[in-house]
Structure formats: structure tokens, C-alpha cells
């Protein structure tokens, strides 16, 4: 049945309903439980402020940081709205950020937010849809900026980790990669139901090409204790977390070729590899069963393992071999626990009951655990790497899980030193509850690249910012931020600048040297939006609106400041991206001697300038200015 024939025919069952069954309907409706996500979701009302207007940046020199006006300027700062923002983003940088990191509001009540972070009502239940609906506008844009290797991390406290959990499986559908838990303090916060919050998550969002950097393996253990010609190797674990009667099929003794000597299994720890001498006994000789089970293993058998000499049997002593003549001797000396044992747990290795034992009567049994080899010439450059943990582990605590061969453990201050270090930068309290600089810095060592752009939008007091800067200062790399912020101004405080004064004065600081920090060097950009109509746009947008957001689109930086009545945004010797906000003779001569093979021209009058640049035979493409200022833009009336 069509969608329209159902629509009809519930508006049928509908109109046959008196005011008590409609009544009951409702209150049905509204006080059913639903499971999942659920919030009041008005797309209307987000397409309403999506065609609302256009957003265009205006450059603010005086409240930038651009001490070489020579240079691009690859830093910015945007102030006003993050919805705002991000539209502008998606027409200047859609598909070109690689890590947006953001700490938003957590939906705890505070009177003094911004965006009005209180209840409607302690026990209404669409308490939180007005959150949900403000991260949900955000995030759909957001999303659409990322690489297609790209990721987004978001801080959020355990209250409100499930919902927005929720909330980004649908927007990031099958993209959750898993969080990381962030230990905020050491003290107790809520005694009065002795149970402490003391830790927060970071939710991990990716595309498919994603990947942490990781740790690289540490050499220092591979080495090659049995001069083997291919080099140094590391011991990796010839066993798996199962027992021999979840996995029969591995319980088996292994014997060294070159002594004689046998290794018992682990009754609690069995082999990690199939037995090709096994297989043929348990399966009675069936040569196509035998294939088939051979066939269907994922790796070598253990004797393919021990023929290619990628199984290390560790030196034992003649005096250190256990030999037992009978099962006698054999269950006095397990009794007495003088029988085979692991090496460094002493756990038994033969007990009683075991169906094995009479296997073990007169056989050399060896000290020692064998191992595979794992040679470091033989493993992937990409394999060579220790995953990232989940655990971000203080700076105070004592080396333990990060010393784990296999997991790269992040550390960080908690989450008291933040507030220290914008006052240390400020000379004051400026902002509520910011992240520490480590754990951001953290994260951003793991996800970005040397010349990624990482993305804000609930900026704050800068704290991403300072952490692309210091890790650019530690390995070269040229890392670009994009920093969001409102100002927070109130009828109460109407002159209050969050962005200006605290975020970009930060940033300002970091980059000069404040105090005993050294300077960073590096430059940003002062944004302001402001908001026209489409139908305004050809009488109210600037030359240096047009500018801004062509130079961002093409290069995602700003140029140097250039005078005249032709300025050249990006290009080289081979096509140069111009801009001319008047279309004059002198206009059109310079566009004709200009010194590259081709042109990208943006002008008033497109028409005229392309006619005039086919006479005098130079290559060039003509575009309509209005069209540089509309194009990209979400508004619909604009496409």
C-alpha cells in the first residue's frame, strides 16, 4: 500500500473518532513508553534556520593576530553563533577537516548559559529535547566537514553519555569506534550517597579511513637470544584465555625436534594453534574431513610453526628435565607439587584427572614456556604500532598500564588544572570548567596529522588552539586550527566578549610568550558573521566578503593583504584565482597582462570580462560574483 492511501486512510479512522476516543488517543500517545532516542525533532523549524539568511565573514584586523600581513594566515577565530559557524564552514570547508574535538555543554542546569542550559521542568519529560535538538542541529553540520579520514571527539559527563550516545548514532550512523575515559579528580564530589563522579568519557565518531596514530613498538624488545640468521625477534604467546575442555583441539603436548624434550599445555591456558597431528587422530584418518578442517585454519599449524623455526623452545638443563617411570611416581610428585609447573606463576601443569597423564610416563619433560617468534623484518610497519587505550590515565599515577607492551595509554592532568592554566594565561578566572591542556593535547597527538585542520566549535578559552600550537612546536608540523565561539553577551552584560577577550586574547598570548612560556609564533584571524538575506546580497555584501570566503573555499587560509583594483586570492604561475570587485578599463588591461598561463576570474560583470579576455587571447574562466557569494552556502533559496 502507498504511503498516501495510509495517510488517507488514517485520516479516515481519525475523522470517525468522537472527542472522548481522540482525547484517549492522545494521552496514549504522549505517556507510552518508547524505547531508543526520542526528543522533540522539528525539522521545520531547522530548515526554517538553515534558509534563514547567508552567512558571510568580515575580517576584523584590530582584534586578529597577524604580525607578518606578508604571509598566509592559516589560524581562525570565528565569533558568533556555532550553528552560524558552521554553515559558513560548509561553504568554505566541507570534506577539508580531519579532527573536530568539542566540549559542550552537558545539559546540567546552569542559569548562566548561553543557550539557556536549564530545565523546562525538574520532572518534564521532554526535558532534555531542547539539547538534544541543539547538539542535533550542530553535529548534522558538523558531520558534512569531515574528511572522508576524518573524526570527532566529544566530551561528555556520565549523566548524559548515553543520550548523546543516542544522539550520534543517528547522525553518524555505524560510525562509532568506542570512548575513552577521562579520570576528571581525585576526591570524592557527592558523599551523600557514597558514590563519586569521577570521570568523564571522550566519544570517538569516524569515517572509514580513520585511524589513531598509536605508539610505535619499542625495539629494545626484540632480540635474538638464538643467534637466528633473520634477526631480531620479540616472544608473543603460544597460548589463548581458553581450557582444555573448552577447546579440545588445542590441548596437546609439543615436542622439541632438536632435544627430544616435551612441553605439557596449559589445562587452563591452551595452545593458540591447531595440531595437524591432532586433526588426523581425532578425525580417525577421514582424509576429506582432514583437508577440510586444514583448509578452514586461519594460520599455521603448530608443526608448520616449528618446521619454518618460528617457535623459540627455551635452554633447559639436563639436571632441570622432570622424568617420571611411572603413573605411580608421576601422581606422588603432583602431589607433593613437585611436578611440571609454568615457569613464573608456578601453576601446575599435569594434575590429577587430567586424560593425558599416561602420555607423560617416561618422556623428558622441559622447564621453560615456548614461544612464537614475532621477528621484527617480518612484521608490517602498521603492525609495528601499540593501539591506543581507552583508559587516560593521570599524571600523577604510577607507571603500570602504559608500560603494556600492547596498549598506548594517553595521560592527563585532572581537571583543576585547566582552570589554573587560563588564569596563568589570563592573569584571572576567566572561563568555567575548561579541559586541561594535556588531555586535549592528548587526544590531538593520536588523531591529527603535521598539516591537518582541527576543528572547535564550543572553543571556550582556547585550549585546542594552544594544543595545535605546542604540537607543531614539538615536531614541525603545521597543524591549522578553527576555533568557534559566541560571545556569550546577556541582557545583564551586554559588552561581554567570550571570543574576543578570553578565547582569542589566550591565543594572542600563547602565540607572543606570556609569563615564563615561550612564544609559539603563528598567526590567526578574526571572524565576525554577519547574517543577509539572499535577496540583500547584491546590494549589502562586500568585495571583502566575496574575498574571505573564496580565499577560504580555495585555500582554506587567508592570503596576504594585497591593494588594487585586481586581487589575486590563490594560484601560481599556472592558474591564479582572482577577485575584482569593479570591472574598469584599467580592471580589464591588468587582468590581460596578468603573469600566469591562466585565469579564474570573479566579478561583478562576468559576461564583459570574459569577452574581453577571449579578444585579447587570454585563457580564462568567468564568474559571477553574486554566484561566489551564494555558492556553497546551505540556504536552499541559494542553490
Same mark, same amino acid.
Given at each position: 500500500?502507498?504511503?498516501?492511501?495510509?495517510?488517507?486512510?488514517?485520516?479516515?479512522?481519525?475523522?470517525?473518532?468522537?472527542?472522548?476516543?481522540?482525547?484517549?488517543?492522545?494521552?496514549?500517545?504522549?505517556?507510552?513508553?518508547?524505547?531508543?532516542?526520542?526528543?522533540?525533532?522539528?525539522?521545520?523549524?531547522?530548515?526554517?534556520?538553515?534558509?534563514?539568511?547567508?552567512?558571510?565573514?568580515?575580517?576584523?584586523?584590530?582584534?586578529?593576530?597577524?604580525?607578518?600581513?606578508?604571509?598566509?594566515?592559516?589560524?581562525?577565530?570565528?565569533?558568533?553563533?556555532?550553528?552560524?559557524?558552521?554553515?559558513?564552514?560548509?561553504?568554505?570547508?566541507?570534506?577539508?577537516?580531519?579532527?573536530?574535538?568539542?566540549?559542550?555543554?552537558?545539559?546540567?542546569?546552569?542559569?548562566?548559559?548561553?543557550?539557556?542550559?536549564?530545565?523546562?521542568?525538574?520532572?518534564?519529560?521532554?526535558?532534555?529535547?531542547?539539547?538534544?535538538?541543539?547538539?542535533?542541529?550542530?553535529?548534522?553540520?558538523?558531520?558534512?566537514?569531515?574528511?572522508?579520514?576524518?573524526?570527532?571527539?566529544?566530551?561528555?559527563?556520565?549523566?548524559?553519555?548515553?543520550?548523546?550516545?543516542?544522539?550520534?548514532?543517528?547522525?553518524?550512523?555505524?560510525?562509532?569506534?568506542?570512548?575513552?575515559?577521562?579520570?576528571?579528580?581525585?576526591?570524592?564530589?557527592?558523599?551523600?550517597?557514597?558514590?563519586?563522579?569521577?570521570?568523564?568519557?571522550?566519544?570517538?565518531?569516524?569515517?572509514?579511513?580513520?585511524?589513531?596514530?598509536?605508539?610505535?613498538?619499542?625495539?629494545?624488545?626484540?632480540?635474538?637470544?638464538?643467534?637466528?640468521?633473520?634477526?631480531?625477534?620479540?616472544?608473543?604467546?603460544?597460548?589463548?584465555?581458553?581450557?582444555?575442555?573448552?577447546?579440545?583441539?588445542?590441548?596437546?603436548?609439543?615436542?622439541?625436534?632438536?632435544?627430544?624434550?616435551?612441553?605439557?599445555?596449559?589445562?587452563?591456558?591452551?595452545?593458540?594453534?591447531?595440531?595437524?597431528?591432532?586433526?588426523?587422530?581425532?578425525?580417525?584418518?577421514?582424509?576429506?574431513?582432514?583437508?577440510?578442517?586444514?583448509?578452514?585454519?586461519?594460520?599455521?599449524?603448530?608443526?608448520?610453526?616449528?618446521?619454518?623455526?618460528?617457535?623459540?623452545?627455551?635452554?633447559?638443563?639436563?639436571?632441570?628435565?622432570?622424568?617420571?617411570?611411572?603413573?605411580?611416581?608421576?601422581?606422588?610428585?603432583?602431589?607433593?607439587?613437585?611436578?611440571?609447573?609454568?615457569?613464573?606463576?608456578?601453576?601446575?601443569?599435569?594434575?590429577?584427572?587430567?586424560?593425558?597423564?599416561?602420555?607423560?610416563?617416561?618422556?623428558?619433560?622441559?622447564?621453560?614456556?615456548?614461544?612464537?617468534?614475532?621477528?621484527?623484518?617480518?612484521?608490517?610497519?602498521?603492525?609495528?604500532?601499540?593501539?591506543?587505550?581507552?583508559?587516560?590515565?593521570?599524571?600523577?599515577?604510577?607507571?603500570?598500564?602504559?608500560?603494556?607492551?600492547?596498549?598506548?595509554?594517553?595521560?592527563?592532568?585532572?581537571?583543576?588544572?585547566?582552570?589554573?592554566?587560563?588564569?596563568?594565561?589570563?592573569?584571572?578566572?576567566?572561563?568555567?570548567?575548561?579541559?586541561?591542556?594535556?588531555?586535549?593535547?592528548?587526544?590531538?597527538?593520536?588523531?591529527?596529522?603535521?598539516?591537518?585542520?582541527?576543528?572547535?566549535?564550543?572553543?571556550?578559552?582556547?585550549?585546542?588552539?594552544?594544543?595545535?600550537?605546542?604540537?607543531?612546536?614539538?615536531?614541525?608540523?603545521?597543524?591549522?586550527?578553527?576555533?568557534?565561539?559566541?560571545?556569550?553577551?546577556?541582557?545583564?552584560?551586554?559588552?561581554?566578549?567570550?571570543?574576543?577577550?578570553?578565547?582569542?586574547?589566550?591565543?594572542?598570548?600563547?602565540?607572543?610568550?606570556?609569563?615564563?612560556?615561550?612564544?609559539?609564533?603563528?598567526?590567526?584571524?578574526?571572524?565576525? !558573521?554577519?547574517?543577509?538575506? %539572499?535577496?540583500? $546580497?547584491?546590494?549589502? =555584501?562586500?568585495?571583502?566578503?566575496? /574575498? #574571505? @570566503? &573564496?580565499?577560504?573555499?580555495?585555500?582554506?587560509? !587567508?592570503?596576504?593583504?594585497? %591593494?588594487?583594483? $585586481?586581487?589575486?586570492? =590563490?594560484?601560481?604561475?599556472?592558474? /591564479? #584565482? @582572482? &577577485?575584482?570587485?569593479?570591472?574598469?578599463?584599467?580592471?580589464?588591461?591588468?587582468? %590581460?597582462?596578468?603573469?600566469?598561463?591562466?585565469?579564474?576570474?570573479?566579478?561583478?560583470?562576468?559576461?564583459?570580462?570574459?569577452?574581453?579576455?577571449?579578444?585579447?587571447?587570454?585563457?580564462?574562466?568567468?564568474?559571477?560574483?553574486?554566484?561566489?557569494?551564494?555558492?556553497?552556502?546551505?540556504?536552499?533559496?541559494?542553490?
Amino acid at each position: 500500500m502507498s504511503n498516501g492511501n495510509t495517510g488517507q486512510q488514517l485520516l479516515a479512522q481519525l475523522d470517525s473518532m468522537n472527542e472522548q476516543q481522540l482525547r484517549r488517543l492522545l494521552v496514549e500517545h504522549l505517556t507510552q513508553k518508547k524505547l531508543g532516542l526520542y526528543w522533540e525533532s522539528n525539522a521545520i523549524e531547522r530548515d526554517a534556520a538553515l534558509n534563514a539568511n547567508l552567512v558571510l565573514p568580515r575580517l576584523r584586523p584590530d582584534w586578529s593576530h597577524w604580525p607578518d600581513a606578508g604571509q598566509a594566515c592559516p589560524n581562525l577565530i570565528i565569533e558568533g553563533d556555532n550553528f552560524d559557524s558552521l554553515r559558513l564552514l560548509g561553504a568554505t570547508h566541507r570534506g577539508k577537516v580531519r579532527v573536530i574535538y568539542i566540549d559542550p555543554p552537558y545539559n546540567t542546569g546552569n542559569k548562566d548559559w548561553v543557550y539557556n542550559d536549564r530545565y523546562v521542568g525538574a520532572n518534564d519529560r521532554w526535558r532534555h529535547s531542547q539539547w538534544l535538538e541543539f547538539l542535533y542541529r550542530r553535529l548534522l553540520l558538523a558531520r558534512d566537514l569531515l574528511s572522508s579520514d576524518g573524526v570527532l571527539l566529544v566530551s561528555i559527563n556520565d549523566e548524559n553519555r548515553a543520550r548523546l550516545e543516542m544522539l550520534l548514532d543517528e547522525v553518524m550512523p555505524g560510525r562509532r569506534l568506542g570512548s575513552l575515559v577521562w579520570r576528571t579528580k581525585d576526591t570524592g564530589n557527592d558523599l551523600s550517597q557514597r558514590f563519586s563522579h569521577v570521570h568523564e568519557h571522550v566519544l570517538v565518531y569516524a569515517n572509514a579511513g580513520f585511524k589513531f596514530n598509536g605508539r610505535a613498538t619499542d625495539r629494545s624488545k626484540f632480540r635474538n637470544p638464538d643467534n637466528d640468521p633473520r634477526g631480531d625477534w620479540s616472544p608473543q604467546p603460544l597460548t589463548k584465555a581458553h581450557t582444555y575442555t573448552e577447546r579440545e583441539n588445542t590441548y596437546y603436548p609439543i615436542q622439541d625436534p632438536e632435544t627430544g624434550y616435551w612441553y605439557p599445555c596449559d589445562p587452563n591456558r591452551v595452545w593458540a594453534y591447531a595440531s595437524e597431528k591432532e586433526i588426523h587422530a581425532r578425525l580417525n584418518g577421514d582424509e576429506t574431513a582432514i583437508a577440510s578442517a586444514l583448509q578452514g585454519l586461519r594460520s599455521d599449524t603448530i608443526e608448520q610453526l616449528i618446521e619454518k623455526k618460528l617457535i623459540y623452545f627455551p635452554p633447559c638443563k639436563p639436571n632441570e628435565v622432570m622424568l617420571f617411570n611411572s603413573r605411580a611416581e608421576l601422581l606422588a610428585a603432583i602431589k607433593a607439587g613437585k611436578g611440571p609447573t609454568l615457569p613464573k606463576k608456578k601453576t601446575p601443569l599435569l594434575r590429577e584427572g587430567l586424560p593425558d597423564l599416561d602420555f607423560w610416563i617416561g618422556k623428558p619433560i622441559a622447564a621453560g614456556r615456548p614461544s612464537r617468534k614475532e621477528h621484527w623484518t617480518a612484521k608490517p610497519e602498521e603492525d609495528r604500532l601499540a593501539p591506543l587505550s581507552s583508559w587516560i590515565a593521570g599524571l600523577n599515577e604510577e607507571n603500570g598500564v602504559d608500560e603494556w607492551d600492547e596498549l598506548l595509554v594517553l595521560r592527563s592532568a585532572r581537571g583543576g588544572v585547566a582552570t589554573d592554566e587560563v588564569k596563568v594565561a589570563l592573569g584571572s578566572k576567566a572561563f568555567p570548567y575548561p579541559k586541561p591542556l594535556s588531555l586535549i593535547k592528548g587526544l590531538l597527538a593520536q588523531a591529527t596529522r603535521p598539516g591537518d585542520i582541527v576543528l572547535d566549535f564550543f572553543a571556550g578559552s582556547g585550549t585546542t588552539g594552544q594544543a595545535v600550537l605546542e604540537l607543531n612546536a614539538e615536531d614541525g608540523g603545521q597543524r591549522r586550527f578553527i576555533l568557534c565561539s559566541s560571545t556569550e553577551a546577556t541582557a545583564k552584560e551586554p559588552d561581554k566578549n567570550l571570543c574576543r577577550d578570553v578565547c582569542a586574547e589566550r591565543m594572542r598570548r600563547v602565540m607572543a610568550g606570556y609569563g615564563n612560556k615561550p612564544a609559539l609564533g603563528g598567526s590567526f584571524a578574526y571572524l565576525q !558573521l554577519d547574517l543577509l538575506d %539572499a535577496a540583500d $546580497v547584491a546590494f549589502e =555584501a562586500s568585495a571583502d566578503h566575496a /574575498a #574571505l @570566503l &573564496l580565499a577560504l573555499r580555495e585555500l582554506q587560509a !587567508l592570503p596576504p593583504q594585497t %591593494a588594487g583594483a $585586481v586581487r589575486q586570492l =590563490a594560484g601560481d604561475a599556472q592558474l /591564479a #584565482l @582572482l &577577485l575584482c570587485p569593479e570591472v574598469t578599463p584599467q580592471t580589464l588591461e591588468t587582468l %590581460a597582462n596578468w603573469p600566469a598561463e591562466r585565469l579564474a576570474v570573479y566579478s561583478p560583470r562576468p559576461d564583459t570580462v570574459r569577452d574581453w579576455l577571449q579578444q585579447a587571447g587570454k585563457p580564462a574562466n568567468s564568474y559571477s560574483l553574486l554566484e561566489a557569494l551564494l555558492r556553497g552556502q546551505t540556504s536552499l533559496r541559494a542553490k
